[in-house]
């Protein structure tokens, strides 16, 4: 969440354990749920990577299949990765 243009800092586990209101959402089945946060800054940056010309060939492929550039894909499957928590 942003409050006046600056990130907050996430409240701990342990925290939310404690409050009262979070306490009795659990209470009524609600249950934690991480979420990873990515801040998109709307600027692209270049990246050098190293990857086996088998996997860069397999990733090529599978861009040109969806459609995608093959930073637009890289991008795709690791926000996917993120996503699922690995």
């Given at each position: 969440?942003?409050?006046?243009?600056?990130?907050?800092?996430?409240?701990?586990?342990?925290?939310?354990?404690?409050?009262?209101?979070?306490?009795?959402?659990?209470?009524?089945?609600?249950?934690?749920?991480?979420?990873?946060l990515v801040e998109e800054y709307g600027r692209p940056v270049k990246a050098k990577i190293s990857l086996d010309r088998g996997l860069l060939d397999a990733i090529d492929a599978a861009a040109k299949r969806a459609g995608l550039t093959r930073s637009a894909f890289l991008a795709s499957a690791a926000g996917e990765k993120i996503a699922a928590g690995g």
């Open positions: 969440m942003r409050a006046e243009g600056e990130l907050r800092q996430p409240n701990s586990i342990e925290a939310l354990r404690r409050d009262l209101d979070v306490l009795a959402t659990l209470a009524e089945g609600g249950v934690f749920l991480g979420v990873p």
